[in-house]
């Protein structure tokens, strides 16, 4: 998650709502060093840099996860991300079969898995598992500190 943090504050840096991504290969082992950990995406939102309402954190690193494995069955991976995935980004998460997603901030006004329940929805093939407030307060305070500059 810090390293989702790193490329939140990318994010912030540009003027754009401060959300971080990063996509790594499953670990074979959980004693391996994090140092071993194989970071296969990483990005930040860019809406307004690219004028692309779907250039979120998570929809780009889908896009980097899948040129760097070959492959859009991203199912070997773990998502982290510094915001619950909205709408959008929680139905690709779905579709690249994503089996692990972990957010920090959960968003219970917009968020996918909140609101729409798409994660864990009955009706699709696939439900990855879930891991939330993962350095929650860290998460919290970059977009609190965000919108608090953008109204001042």
Not at 44 to 57: C, I, R, V
Not at 92 to 111: E, F, M, N, Q
Request: proline share 5%; glycine share 4%; charged share 20%.
């Amino acid at each position: 998650m810090s390293l989702a943090l790193r490329e939140a504050a990318k994010a912030a840096a540009a003027e754009e709502v401060p959300a971080g991504c990063v996509i790594i290969k499953k670990p074979e082992s959980v004693e391996l060093p994090l140092a071993a950990v194989n970071v296969i995406a990483r990005a930040y939102n860019q809406s307004e840099m690219l004028k692309d309402a779907t250039a979120h954190a998570e929809m780009i690193a889908l896009t980097q996860a899948s040129a760097a494995l070959g492959d859009w069955r991203l199912t070997n991976t773990i998502l982290y991300v510094t915001k619950e995935p909205c709408a959008m980004c929680a139905g690709a998460i779905v579709l690249a079969r994503v089996p692990l997603v972990v957010w920090g901030l959960s968003d219970p006004k917009r968020g996918g898995h909140s609101v729409f329940s798409i994660l864990n929805h009955s009706g699709l093939n696939h439900r990855p598992e879930i891991v939330t407030d993962v350095m929650e307060h860290e998460c919290r305070t970059i977009l609190q500190s965000f919108f608090s500059e953008r109204r001042a």
